[in-house]
């Protein structure tokens, strides 16, 4: 009798564990807040202990952490844009333009093409309500704009907190002669305020995310939070509020506050009841610029224990510390360990939204891997790490491999003038990345060139035009800078 019991007993737990998360009743509501510039080890879940996240310590109890989510770019511009088009970069014609280089600088004429495809506008067609609050960095023209490229509504910076008037006055002559614009803060398409006061930025767009989803509270929304902090590569900001209180200066500073914005959203969704009908991803959208290739430095971020400094193909620059809270949905207190990427939102928000993808897209839908469901494995056959139009590495399954290159710009594991010669790391197990095997797997070596292979004529190399690239979006005739009203 014993054993029959115990036998019952172990269905029952087997399949509640199999068991989908909670019936969706209706369309979820999307939160995505991402980070700019911080680092895989910065937040008390993926390790720091200099600074205090108590916030993202209760997130990723109560959700799930994913320590191998990538983005798709070691920098601002083409990281972005493969979030909002699920797209890699190179696919959409954002990784580079003989204007900018990898990063639009303000007053571009490029910005995301208005024939892509946003999540912003793949959601509205459910009747969803959109709104982007934080840095854009897609384009500071009319034509570029998030008001252009699906969203209701706009509060934030056109691109990156560091981009000033100083800045441009330094390199204008690069620019043909033009200087940048003070920073604008934007609201839809007009200026607000410029100089916007970098400081109260984290306070002034959580306010604005509060507001949108108070507003919004009866129907489905997307929110995308681009937050403009860590950011700056010069010196983070933060409020009077935070200004001096952690133990790491102003980058700590600026991730405690960042912190304490993400507890104001959740703690909001609670209040108003909305909790279990909304997914909630908090990630950064590529590593810290740290010290060079300094692990233990703490003054610019840290990617520890990963190899590598963001701007690089590293691992460091490439995978984000990512947590999923969703009440009832989402299971409490997990790790996800399979590769997915920032790609794989527009396709699986499309599906939990029920609304069709009409275009093919890089990314996958990871609702599997999102809800827990027993046995989900990572969509991807091959990932690709591209430093402006150059491939440099290819992930596949625990396999990453670096391609030997005659010649390459910011290698993570090569100075400049060195050959490179080809890396092979199995980044599950060796996650710092110090064992080349590549002499000792010459079978997955050879498996993962094909894919390499394979990548460059669809998306293209250095001295090859890919079959499956688009253009970036340019205007005709001179762009103007954004001024005040």
């Not at 019936?23 to 200099?50: H, K, M, W």
């Not at 571009?108 to 960095?137: C, M, Q, V």
């Not at 794989?344 to 993808?357: G, Q, R, W």
């Amino acid at each position: 009798m014993a054993s029959v019991f115990q036998s019952a007993l172990a269905a029952m737990v087997f399949l509640a564990l199999a068991a989908p998360a909670a019936s969706i009743a209706r369309q979820p509501n999307f939160i995505v807040i991402f980070c700019d510039n911080l680092g895989y080890g910065d937040i008390e879940p993926f390790g720091s202990t200099v600074h205090r996240t108590p916030h993202l310590n209760r997130m990723a109890r109560e959700g799930c952490r994913f320590t191998h989510f990538c983005v798709t770019a070691g920098v601002c511009t083409p990281s972005r844009s493969s979030l909002m088009t699920g797209c890699y970069s190179q696919r959409v014609g954002m990784h580079n333009n003989p204007r900018d280089g990898q990063v639009l600088r303000p007053v571009s004429p490029y910005g995301l093409n208005s024939d892509e495809t946003t999540i912003a506008e793949i959601l509205r067609r459910k009747g969803y309500a959109t709104g982007i609050f934080g840095k854009w960095h897609l384009g500071d023209q009319p034509e570029f704009l998030p008001t252009r490229q699906g969203f209701d509504e706009f509060y934030g910076i056109p691109y990156s907190d560091d981009m000033t008037r100083d800045v441009g006055l330094r390199i204008g002559d690069r620019l043909q002669g033009r200087s940048w614009p003070e920073l604008p803060l934007m609201k839809n398409e007009k200026v607000i305020d410029a100089p916007v006061d970098r400081d109260m930025l984290t306070k002034q767009c959580t306010e604005e995310v509060l507001s949108f989803v108070e507003r919004n509270k009866d129907e489905p929304f997307f929110v995308y939070f681009p937050q403009p902090m860590p950011g700056s590569t010069t010196a983070p900001f933060a409020s009077p509020a935070f200004k001096g209180k952690s133990q790491n200066g102003p980058w700590g500073d600026s991730i405690e506050e960042i912190d304490w914005s993400t507890g104001e959203i959740l703690n909001k969704l609670v209040d108003l009841g909305i909790d279990k009908q909304t997914l909630v991803i908090w990630l950064s959208d590529n590593g810290a610029p740290m010290n060079g290739n300094d692990m233990g430095s703490t003054a610019r971020g840290t990617n520890r224990p990963l190899h590598g400094r963001g701007y690089t193909t590293s691992e460091g620059a490439f995978r984000s510390p990512t947590i999923m809270w969703w009440p009832d949905h989402v299971q409490p207190g997990t790790t996800c360990e399979e590769l997915a990427t920032t790609m794989d939102l527009l396709p699986t928000f499309a599906e939990f939204a029920d609304v069709a993808v009409d275009h093919a897209v890089d990314g996958h839908d990871v609702r599997p891997l999102i809800l827990g469901e027993m046995g989900a494995q990572s969509p991807y056959a091959a990932f690709y790490y591209y430093s402006r139009e150059q491939l440099q590495a290819v992930r596949s399954g625990p396999w990453k491999l670096f391609l030997p290159l005659k010649t390459f710009v910011r290698h993570p594991h090569f100075q400049a003038g060195e050959k490179a010669d080809a890396l092979l790391f199995n980044v599950v197990t060796d996650i710092a990345s110090t064992k080349n095997v590549a002499a000792e797997r010459p079978d997955v070596v050879e498996r993962l060139t094909k894919f390499a292979n394979a990548a460059r004529k669809d998306l293209g190399d250095i001295g090859q035009q890919g079959t499956g690239q688009r253009k970036a979006g340019r205007i005709d005739g001179q762009p103007n800078p954004q001024v005040l009203d």
